[in-house]
């Protein structure tokens, strides 16, 4: 954070205040994809089985490292991190399409609300935050392009 903004100015609440909310949108997709992933890494069946359900298996993963960071942006900004995950359902299927198109529609979620953060991180000159959470907005465009070419 930059030494020189004064914690107690009443914009720099609202600015952070602002911020933890759209975190806590970022974490609540974190949330949900790890179940979405874990949910059909079981359920994925027949030839693809085996490639997708390592792919789900490492996109919890990574997930949870997101989570994680996530979590510890809304701690330094001393706000309340979520426990509940988005509350968009998660369809049951056993449809390697159907779960690709969900996942992608998640990924596209969480890469937007990221979108949207980054440039509140940048008005309040957190270079350290800035870098955690640019990383993880490219790690959401890698995976919405990922998923796109798997449903071509």
Do not use: C
Request: glycine share 2%.
């Amino acid at each position: 954070m930059n030494p020189f903004i004064d914690d107690t100015d009443e914009g720099w609440m609202l600015t952070r205040t602002e911020i933890v909310v759209a975190l806590n949108e970022a974490l609540a997709w974190e949330l949900r994809a790890i179940t979405l992933y874990a949910h059909y890494s079981a359920y994925v069946s027949g030839i693809h089985r085996s490639h997708l359900a390592t792919y789900f298996n490492n996109e919890v993963t990574e997930s949870i490292t997101h989570a994680a960071t996530v979590r510890a942006a809304i701690v330094k900004l001393d706000g309340e991190a979520i426990t509940e995950r988005d509350p968009t359902a998660i369809p049951h299927t056993s449809d390697y399409l159907e779960m690709l198109k969900e996942a992608y529609k998640t990924e596209k979620n969480a890469s937007e609300t990221y979108g949207r953060i980054l440039p509140m991180i940048q008005e309040i000159e957190d270079s350290e935050l800035y870098d955690a959470l640019e990383v993880i907005y490219f790690d959401e465009l890698r995976s919405v392009e990922e998923l796109r070419m798997m449903l071509k």
